[in-house]
């Protein structure tokens, strides 16, 4: 089983990235997916979701408005766009498979400076 992440990087605030995940050795089209993100002397924490089924998604409050999760089961891909970008959303982000195991990538720096 592999999560790959990539699109990680140095932004400037209000600027957008792009996040991807490129997962396999599971069936993906099955499982939940989710990015995740954690600050220094954070705790871990979720920032959106996506179902297998009918691709409805859900946000955390702090990125709603901003952020989109999407995913492409042919590819077995999820992506968080994510735009007007904070410093406060600096942080390493992970993907994440959840259906009976969790699973979860190195994670991508991201980091909102100027």
């Known amino acids: 089983v592999q999560l790959v992440e990539s699109g990680g990087g140095l932004v400037q605030p209000g600027g957008s990235l792009r996040l991807s995940c490129a997962a396999s050795?599971?069936?993906?089209?099955?499982?939940?997916m989710s990015w995740y993100r954690q600050a220094p002397g954070k705790e871990r924490e979720l920032v959106a979701t996506?179902?297998?089924?009918?691709?409805?998604?859900n946000y955390a409050d702090f990125v709603k408005g901003r952020f989109i999760i999407s995913r492409d089961n042919a590819k077995n891909t999820v992506v968080l766009q994510m735009n007007s970008l904070k410093p406060e959303d600096t942080a390493v982000y992970y993907c994440?498979?959840?259906?009976?195991?969790?699973?979860w990538g190195q994670g991508t720096q991201v980091t909102v400076s100027s």
């Open positions: 994440n498979a959840k259906l009976l195991r969790n699973y």
């Open positions: 996506i179902r297998s089924a009918g691709g409805s998604t």
């Open positions: 050795g599971f069936t993906f089209s099955n499982y939940l």
